[in-house]
Structures are given as structure tokens and as C-alpha cells.
């Protein structure tokens, strides 16, 4: 540095810092010393004979920070080697950049590392010898950079790591993995139930409950390993060393039953689930992506074999994912290729024991597959958008069969929350019913709680359209829900339908009477009908008409029927009951 810092033939500065010998001129001097020391920068000035010249207050502070009491007359070299000593450049390297910056007269920077401040400093040679150097405290700027950086890798509303430092801890893994064989193991985990709490009580309630569940997360989990939130109810454990899956499937269990516990949130007892799945490295991939789309098709699996549940990765389960892409892509040419049925459940009048109308129920008929139930089809429907157009489909060969029945028989269709947020369901119908002659009066339709849970002022808005037009509309599933009872009094339904699961349960729970009677009571003082569905048996039948349901709708009427088998059902139809 003495050397790229020393070029012969300039003239050697006078002093104007406080440690500045006095000379002609000392007035002006002092009062430029001054104007020097009220800059927050540091200035500092190395003569062409390699020895300091002048400086500022604030290098001195600077300085005086990183052991070095500097002084007019100060040899670069021993700066240099201060200087070098709290950077990670070597000395040669510092060297080579001043030498770089001395040829090409261009200004050369590094960071200065001490105990309680950083500085950044500028060297930039003279023409006429000698060098400038501006010395700047960022160790402010530093911190915050490193605090929007640790931010940067949390998540804001639980503080654990995000999908950033996920990866970065699972590329730490890997290498760990290549180093010395240690195994890890990658637990993605989905909460069961959460939005329907989101949607009723609201975000800033699903907010604390994503909070809580983070906190039970964190305890069940050693110091080494890693909770991540990775999206809106999706969390990642990684778990690092691993001796064998046992301690893996141990930690999924105990994830299964630590979630699915009663939380308290501002006053609310609420009860959520979680579906695990897992996957392990490296018997089950090593990169990150590969170990996450394993995990994420253990997850799925989990989901299919009803929630609360966890599943470790098989191959055959990306088998199965396949299929599954193809039963997609097969779905989105049926309606093309009018693969799509509809068959019709009867429903029955108490009253009269009188057939009073069907429900529409889809079918598939797939030209290698036979007939695939909607069960099947119907929820990977609406998750890849296809459901719309689906609905829209039966909406409208429901209007034209319903034509061909008996006067006053009316036709029920279910309609999707996806169908009422697209904003074409009052057209679509209007235009069901025009293009088919079918009198509104004989079309009703049918939902669940899932669709008022969706922007509720815009759903009712869209329901009273409909009952204006003359159609009537029935809350199916009734019972089931959140908030069952609160959706009658914002909307005035015609019809209740119960759910089959309180018909099933007059068999083997002795409370089973009761909730039914009760139901029929609501929807009697209500001015609604109420349906009875799945029932199955006589003696269901009997205590159903005891507990003063007025419709009832199952396999003891009749299966669903083809759409082609339906006139004579309905003409030939005599009530042994």
C-alpha cells in the first residue's frame, strides 16, 4: 500500500486537521479545518510521499473505532495494515485494487469491518499525486439491511421461516445429506377445516388461529429442525437427522393429534384438523422440488383417505397422479363429446304420497371407463375451474328434459359456489329456461352453505333475483354447516333439505328423532318445506312422517334413473309404502 500510495514530485499538503501544524495562512486554514469537521463523513488526504496529510474530525472517530490513532504523519503502510486486518481482503488484494485504481485514476471501495461500527471507504488518486479517501459510517444501513433480510426469510404473521429459507435450510440439508450421509425427512402439512372459520368468523380470527397452530407446531419439533408456513394453511416441517422413518412417522402422529386439539380464540372454541404428508431423503428424492412434490402427493393421498390422517410417499402414488391428469384431461372433452348424463332421484310428497319432482344428478359415461360416479369427477371439477361450464350444461338439459314430465312436476339442480361467483348463473338460467319453454315455477335450485359463505351481500342479491323470476331455492345439506341457522334468517328458503346423515342416525343414535323434529318444526314455522334425504328402509320412512317431514327423497322411492327411464317411472309410479 506505502507504495501505490506514494508518487514523488507533488508538493506535500499543509495540515487541516486538528492534528495540523501551523504554517501561513493559519486563519484560512482553521476555518477550512472547520468546514472539514462538520462533514459526517470522514475525509482523509495521503500525501505523495505516502505519509497522511490531512483529515477530518470524523476520521479520526472512525478510525479511532478500528485501534488506530491517527496522526499527521501517519505511514500508509501501517493504515494499510489496520485497514486490512478488519476486512476480509488480504493485504495483496488490497494492493492489487489501489494499484489497479492508481493506473487507471479511477476510485477503488472496500468495507471495513470493527466492533461497533462498519465503515466504507473510497480511495481515489490524485492526478498530482497523493490520494483522497472518504470514509463512511453504514454500519445503520448494514443493520437494516439485515433486518429487511431476516424479514425477508419469515413469514410475517407467524414469524417462522418462509418458502425463502425453507429452501435455503433444505440446500443446507442436501449437503449435509452428500457430506456425511445424514437423512432428513420433509412433512408437508395442509389444516382440515380452516376456511370454513375464516369465512365465517372472519381473517382476523384466522389469523390468531394460524398463529396458535404455529406455536404448537414449534413445540413439537427438536432445536435443529425446521417449521416453515409456505402459504395460506399449508405448513413444511424439516426434520434433519434422522435415524430412522419411525422417528419421522412419530412426528406426523403427533402433528395429527397436537392440531386437531380445541383452540380458544377470542372467545370462540374452534376445532380444525390436519392432513400430513411425507416424504423422505434420500429414499424418496434429495432435491428440494423432488422432495416437495412428494411430499405434496403423500398429502393428497392423505386428503382422499378422509382428512386427519397422514401418508408417506409411494411411487405408486405419481402413478396415481397421472391418472388423475388424465381423467382432467379426458373431462375437459367430455362435455364435447357429450359424455355427460343426467339421472333423476324422484322426490316424494307425504302428503298424498304424490311424486312432486326429481333431482338432476350428473353423471359420466366415458368411453373406456364406463360409468364414473361424480363423487369421482365433480370435486376435481371444481378445482381446476371446469365446473361452470359443467353446471351450466345441466342447468339447461335439466330445463329440457323437465319439459317432457308430467305438468307440475318440478326439476331441482344443484348449483356450485363457483357458478355463483361467475357472474352468469341469473343469465344462464333465464336462458334455460326461454330456449326450453319450462315455466320458472318448475325449476328450483338447490345450495349448500358454501355458497353463502362466499361474499354473502352479492349471494343474496343473486338469490332474490331468483325468486323473482318465480324459482324457488332449497338449502341442501341442511345441518351440516357453520352457521345453518343464521343463513334462514337472511334468506327466505322454500325448502330445507336434511342432510342423510341425521336420516341414517334415527337407527343407531337415540337423539336421531330429536334433531329431525326439530328441523321439520323450524321449517314449519317458517312457512318451508322440508326433505328428507337417503332414506333407505320403512321404518325410516315411518318415523320420518312421525317427526312431520312433508317430502322425502331416497332409494326406498327409487334410485336415480336415466333420463331416457324416467317418463315411465313417473307414469307407472304407485306408492307402496
Known amino acids: 500500500m506505502t507504495a501505490a500510495l506514494h508518487q514523488s514530485g507533488a508538493v506535500q499538503l499543509e495540515p487541516l486537521s486538528v492534528g495540523a501544524r501551523p504554517g501561513s495562512g493559519a486563519a484560512s486554514l482553521i476555518m477550512a479545518h472547520q468546514y472539514l469537521d462538520a462533514i459526517r463523513h470522514g475525509l482523509l488526504m495521503i500525501g505523495p510521499s505516502g505519509e497522511v496529510a490531512n483529515f477530518n474530525a470524523a476520521t479520526q472517530i472512525f478510525l479511532k473505532s478500528l485501534g488506530v490513532e491517527l496522526h499527521v504523519g501517519l505511514p500508509a ?124 368468523l372472519g381473517h382476523p380470527i384466522g389469523d390468531l388461529l394460524l398463529a396458535k397452530v404455529a406455536d404448537r407446531l414449534r413445540s413439537t419439533v427438536r432445536p435443529t429442525d425446521t417449521v416453515a408456513r409456505i402459504g395460506g394453511d399449508e405448513f413444511v416441517i ?23 386439539r380445541t383452540y380458544m380464540v377470542e372467545g370462540h372454541l374452534l376445532t380444525i384438523g390436519a392432513s400430513v404428508g411425507v416424504a423422505l431423503a434420500p429414499t424418496d428424492g434429495e ?63 307425504l302428503d298424498g304420497d304424490r311424486l312432486i319432482g326429481c333431482e338432476a344428478l350428473i353423471r359420466w359415461k366415458h368411453p373406456e371407463r364406463g360409468l364414473i360416479s361424480p363423487l369421482d369427477f365433480i370435486p376435481l371439477a371444481e378445482e381446476i375451474g371446469l365446473i361452470v361450464p359443467i353446471g351450466e350444461w345441466v342447468i339447461r338439459q335439466a330445463c329440457r328434459d323437465a319439459t317432457t314430465w308430467p305438468a307440475g312436476m318440478s326439476v ?77 334468517r337472511s334468506f ?24 329431525i323434529r326439530a328441523i321439520a318444526g323450524l321449517g314449519k314455522s317458517l312457512g318451508m318445506t322440508t326433505v328428507a334425504e337417503g332414506v333407505e328402509t320403512p321404518e325410516q320412512m315411518q318415523r320420518i312422517r312421525e317427526e312431520g317431514c312433508t317430502d322425502v327423497q331416497g332409494y326406498l322411492i327409487s334410485k336415480p334413473i336415466p333420463s331416457d327411464d324416467l317418463l315411465q317411472f313417473l307414469t307407472s309410479y304407485r306408492p307402496n309404502l
Open 238 to 260: 424439516l426434520q434433519t437427522g434422522i435415524r430412522e422413518a419411525g422417528n419421522t412417522q412419530a412426528l406426523a402422529r403427533r402433528i395429527v393429534d397436537l392440531i386437531s
Open 287 to 349: 432435491s428440494a422440488d423432488k422432495l416437495l412434490k412428494n411430499a405434496d402427493l403423500a398429502l393428497y393421498r392423505a386428503k382422499l383417505d378422509g382428512r386427519g390422517t397422514y401418508r408417506f410417499y409411494e411411487p405408486e402414488m405419481d402413478a396415481r397422479m397421472q391418472a388423475r391428469r388424465r381423467l382432467e384431461l379426458d373431462m375437459r372433452q367430455a362435455l364435447a363429446r357429450r359424455e355427460f348424463q343426467l339421472h333423476y332421484q324422484p322426490q316424494l310428497q
Open 492 to 515: 327466505p328458503f322454500d325448502k330445507i333439505k336434511i342432510d342423510r346423515s341425521f336420516v341414517q342416525d334415527l337407527a343407531s343414535k337415540p337423539d336421531g328423532d330429536a334433531i
Open 77 to 200: 503502510s501501517q493504515l494499510r495494515r489496520a485497514l486490512s486486518a478488519e476486512t476480509l481482503l488480504t493485504r495483496r488484494k488490497i494492493f492489487e485494487l489501489l494499484r489497479h485504481a492508481l493506473s487507471s485514476l479511477a476510485s477503488v471501495s472496500f468495507e471495513v469491518v470493527g466492533q461497533d461500527r462498519t465503515l466504507m471507504i473510497e480511495f481515489c488518486p490524485v492526478a498530482t499525486g497523493g490520494w483522497i479517501a472518504t470514509l463512511e459510517d453504514v454500519s445503520a444501513r448494514k443493520a437494516s439491511e439485515a433486518r429487511a433480510d431476516e424479514m425477508a426469510r419469515l413469514d410475517p404473521l407467524t414469524g417462522l421461516p418462509n418458502r425463502l429459507l425453507l429452501r435455503e435450510r433444505l440446500a443446507q440439508a442436501l449437503a449435509r445429506l452428500q457430506r456425511g450421509g445424514e437423512p432428513y425427512a420433509l412433512l408437508l402439512i395442509d389444516l382440515d377445516r380452516f376456511k370454513p372459520v375464516n369465512d365465517t
Open 412 to 488: 331441482a339442480v344443484n348449483v356450485s359456489p363457483a357458478q355463483f361467483k361467475s357472474d352468469r348463473l341469473v343469465e344462464t338460467i333465464i336462458s334455460a329456461l326461454a330456449s326450453s319453454g319450462l315455466s320458472a315455477k318448475r325449476l328450483e335450485v338447490e345450495i349448500t352453505e358454501g355458497v353463502l359463505l362466499q361474499e354473502s351481500v352479492k349471494t343474496l342479491q343473486t338469490l332474490h333475483r331468483l325468486r323473482e323470476l318465480g324459482i324457488r331455492v332449497s338449502m341442501d345439506d341442511f345441518g351440516t354447516g357453520y352457521s345453518s341457522l343464521s343463513y334462514l
